[in-house]
């Protein structure tokens, strides 16, 4: 008897010794009750009746005689669609374990930094600011500022908020590769801010623009997906984006952060959010890389953790 998989390219196959029962005509045998259920629903959206009948180990649907020949066409189509390969051209989207690991290293960085800077770390060194970005060209704090935090419940909102949206980067782009975008698109989001408010002075701080940066990485990976996949699957629920969405709007512009007033920095969300999504989408186009560059995950986390330590380094 031929496995599920062969099945599907002819759903039509059944036992030689299945008898079905007067009246009703076998369309196609499975191997477990869920694809039998699936191949059901096709049949009554064409508005027909059928039935579901085991046999041996398989699942065999009948149909009334009259309705043979046109569900079988139906469902060899459906079984047609469902063996396409998923991929445009010669390029297929890979789907990352989202590497649990790095999201401990995420908590522990930004919990590490918030209890440093409580014990008197140099926060103005650190923070963002717009004149000293600008005038004195010291970018390196749109990195640094990435790592400070106003009170517990800035750092919590972030840490929640961050962990969401990073998880379905590392799904499309691999952990590490990741939260390296994430790292990057936030510090061009600082930067992007500082020059919205220049010449004015402005102070930030907060990880909350590379968190909407994550979202705008997602946003971008997404768009390239829906222009060269339309029917592109994803083993993500579909109830997890909009959660994940709800919690960081509740942390970021639901409580306010951001800024050293504590007024919520929504020039730098915007930044963070528009930086995310170019490079989401740019990186989408070479998605082959990230699979790539994968092997080298140890070598490319090693080189974010070095970014914020080179950048520490140069505000001190």
Known sequence: ??????????????????????????????????????????ILAMGKAYWTLQHAADYIICVRHEDAEAVRAELRAVAALASRPRHFGATRFRE??????????????????????????????????????MEGGEWARALTALMLHGDVVHLASNLVAGMGFAF?????????????LILLSGALGNALNAWVYYP????SIGASTAVFAALGLVTGAGVWVALKEARQSWALPPWAIPVFGGVTLLGLVGIGDG?????????????????????????????????AW??????????????????WAAVL
């Open 1 to 42: 008897m031929a496995s599920l998989k062969n099945r599907l390219s002819d759903p039509s196959a059944v036992a030689a010794d299945f008898e079905a029962p007067e009246g009703l005509v076998p369309v196609g045998a499975y191997e477990d009750f869920a694809s039998a259920g699936e191949a059901g629903l096709a």
């Open 96 to 133: 990352f374990t989202f590497g649990y690991l790095s999201f401990a290293w995420y908590a522990a960085f930004l919990i590490g930094g918030f209890i440093w800077q409580q014990s008197g770390a140099p926060e103005a060194a650190g923070r963002g600011d717009a004149v000293a970005m």
């Open 168 to 180: 379905c980067v590392a799904r499309f782009f691999g952990a590490a590769s990741g939260w390296l």
């Open 200 to 203: 004015e002075p402005h102070y």
């Open 259 to 291: 800024s050293l007033n504590g007024i919520v920095d929504v020039a730098a969300h915007i930044s963070g959010f528009f930086c995310g999504l170019l490079v989401g989408f740019v990186g989408a186009v070479f998605q082959p890389v990230f699979v």
């Open 294 to 311: 994968e092997r080298h995950r140890v070598w490319i986390g090693a080189l974010s953790l070095g970014l914020v330590g080179l950048a």
